[in-house]
């Protein structure tokens, strides 16, 4: 199963849980709306439509910065790239919450970069985020990827693009090069469940992934099998977050 292009503006009341329901529109393009994320509220300019759904926020953004929160040792001292940003909305919460050292990327398309730094500016972040620009499946724009933390949320939903983002999670797992050569490696046995202990690590270089929209489980099923097969290994670490590490013969 496919899942067309469209708006899911429908799909959202304005009384969302995740907003407190003020709405202004500054034009037909876009709309500003405040989200409210764990200890603080973020104002975020939203296009009113756009075909690749880069225009709303999602569930998993909300559910994976309060995943997060509960779990500052997974991401603190981590160089991190978030794919699928959208409005970069995830991205501005964790630099601003933790300070970490966050780049944002989305499918090339200039209006989701301008958008993006839009959004750090008006929630006081400057200069704005890193961003790249880049359609997965394409040549990554960098050679020697840098990141040990690679993040998503709700990225799944169009099934014809999973070989895509699986060749892009390849390049930029199995490419992966320290920035910092002292940079000790943890092996993907150390990604545990494990609520809140200290003691547990994600390895590195690791995707990390929030999930909470829903789809059949068979196109589902699909992305992680397709993990896999290219030599992932796949950790549910509940409440839907997944960790996607290199299989030991890979690292």
Known sequence: MDIALFSPSSLFAADDDSSDGETTETS???VDRNHQFPGMELNIREFGFHQLNANLLWPGSFAFADWLVQRPHLIRNRRCLEIGSGTGALAIFLKKEFN???TTSDYDDQ???DNIAHNCTANNITPSLPHINHTWGDEFPTSVPDWDLII???ILLYVKQYPNLIKSLSFLLKSYKPKDTTTNAVSPSECKPNVGAESDMLPWPVFLMSWRRRIGK????LFFSGCQEAGFEVKHLGNRVYCISLTETNL
């Open 152 to 154: 998503a949320s709700d």
């Open 28 to 30: 037909q393009s876009f």
């Open 111 to 113: 209006e989701i970069q």
């Open 100 to 102: 970490l050292d966050i």
């Open 218 to 221: 068979e196109d589902e099923s």
